[in-house]
């Protein structure tokens, strides 16, 4: 959780996931990225770091500005921002919890926009365990606000994931149509617009956590088409 800015760049992204490939010898990985999580996929192998919420689809873009387009093998988006400064595809209830988040005046306080936060994005939270809704409040928490301040800061090119990457990455969307926290239509237009290869799953009665709320279609989904991809 560093907070100087020399930690946030593009580059440091896309050396952090080159370390984590080379340990563990994966070649050429599928990157799925939802909010929580970005994992990367080949074969058996299954990768996972950690981001912040609605993030885990940015580190594509800092990958491939690096390594160029063939570095990856495609790409599966969950409900998640495609960059950082896509302000267009987040929605107004979530720029508004952001400035709420970051106007607390004490850890309490911060603690409990929080919880809202993250209850807002489930359709239906009173279906999910309360003990999975509290560990996930409890380890944001635990990243200063000063970091969340870089998360949201942090720049990134998009030219070369675009130009050269659109052309040859297939990519999966997978996006809740309730979804509060990143925009439904304003997600999937923005794929197809950069992408020439866009498959969507577009799931009516789910929030932001589509893994969540239907996990045994969210598992076969992505496992049928990482199998077409392979």
């Not at 560990?135 to 070369?160: C, D, F, G, H, M």
């Not at 050269?164 to 239509?185: K, N």
Request: with cysteine.
């Amino acid at each position: 959780m560093p907070t100087e800015d020399e930690a946030w760049t593009s580059d440091c992204f896309a050396e952090d996931l080159a370390a984590v490939m080379a340990e563990f010898n994966v070649k050429r990985p599928i990157l799925l990225g939802w909010s929580v999580v970005s994992s990367f996929i080949l074969g058996h192998k299954l990768l996972t770091f950690s981001s912040f919420r609605s993030y885990g689809c940015t580190p594509a873009v800092d990958v491939v500005q690096k390594f160029g387009p063939h570095y990856l093998r495609a790409l599966i988006y969950v409900g998640g921002l495609p960059f950082t400064q896509a302000n267009h595809i987040v929605t107004d209830w979530q720029r508004n919890s952001i400035r709420r988040l970051l106007k607390q005046p004490n850890p309490d306080a911060y603690q409990n926009a929080l919880h809202e936060n993250v209850i807002n994005a489930f359709l239906k939270p009173e279906v999910i365990p309360k003990e999975v809704i509290e560990t996930w409040v409890k380890a944001r928490s635990a990243q200063p606000i000063e970091v969340y301040r870089q998360v949201l800061s942090r720049q990134q090119n998009t030219s070369r994931l675009w130009e050269e990457g659109g052309t040859v990455l297939p990519i999966l969307i997978i996006h809740g149509q309730s979804d509060q926290i990143c925009d439904h239509d304003a997600s999937i237009n923005d794929a197809k617009k950069h992408f020439k290869k866009v498959d969507v799953e577009s799931w009516p009665g789910v929030g932001h956590m589509p893994h969540v709320e239907r996990i045994t279609e969210f598992n076969r989904v992505v496992g049928s088409w990482v199998e077409k991809v392979l």
